[in-house]
């Protein structure tokens, strides 16, 4: 059973630029959650989805991010117009319950 | 909202030595506390959990104990080993129908041969 998988690994991306991070929850999971880990930080939770829906969004920043999980194929966490500041490593977990179990993380840097 | 603190931020021990972490939480309501290992470089990994209806929870050599009371709950490592060295965090959440999960910022621990 494949665990949860997330692409790229790592990501570039210049000021202003637009950053895609995709995620695909463990085979049967429907719930999943996205969180962003600054260096040296613990993570902090941004959003969570269910399929078609956003359930909470109380972690994300209000301008440029955005999240879907659609009916077909893998969540995406969208990043509009990078500034440096958002350079972290992003985590997507997926769960059926109370345990969630994490992806590798895309680590993206903005130059 | 939820509040973790987690101490220490490092610990150093020497292999076969034990290496106890500890987190509290501020909300009385949170029911799970899972915590994670995290390697460099790779997605945090669950080892252990407990939820509020147990005091103790033990597998091989790794432990976690709960004081619901005081609000505050600790990972035990016995025999450690070098492999065991990575950042620990622990989490906490309520069983709301979901389960965001509210992170400590981290113990990273050095296991020295």
């Known amino acids: 059973n494949a665990g949860v998988m997330q692409n790229p690994r790592h990501l570039v991306r210049r000021r202003g630029q637009e950053a895609r991070l995709r995620c695909s929850p463990m085979k049967g999971h429907s719930h999943v959650y996205w969180y962003r880990q600054l260096p040296e930080e613990g993570l902090k939770f941004m959003v969570y989805?269910?399929?078609?829906?956003?359930?909470?969004e109380s972690g994300m920043p209000k301008e440029r991010f955005s999240a879907e999980f659609p009916k077909e194929g893998p969540s995406i966490l969208r990043i509009q117009q990078v500034v440096r500041g958002d350079s972290a490593a992003y985590f997507c977990?997926?769960?059926?319950?109370?345990?969630?179990?994490f992806g590798p993380g895309t680590r993206l840097t903005v130059l | 909202g939820e509040n973790v603190e987690q101490h220490p931020s490092t610990l150093s021990v020497q292999e076969g030595d034990s290496a106890v972490i500890k987190c509290t939480y501020s909300d009385s309501a949170s029911n799970y506390f899972p915590w994670y290992k995290q390697e460099l470089g790779k997605g945090p990994q669950l080892i252990i959990d407990i939820r509020s209806n147990v005091g103790e929870k033990k597998d091989q050599r790794i432990a976690v104990t709960l004081n619901k009371t005081a609000k505050h709950f600790s990972l035990h490592i016995t025999e450690t080993q070098p492999e065991d060295s990575a950042v620990y965090f622990c989490a906490v959440t309520m069983n709301s129908g979901y389960s965001t999960l509210t992170f400590g910022k981290g113990t990273m621990l050095l296991v020295s041969p």
């Open positions: 989805l269910q399929k078609e829906n956003i359930i909470d």
């Open positions: 977990a997926s769960s059926l319950g109370n345990e969630q179990f």
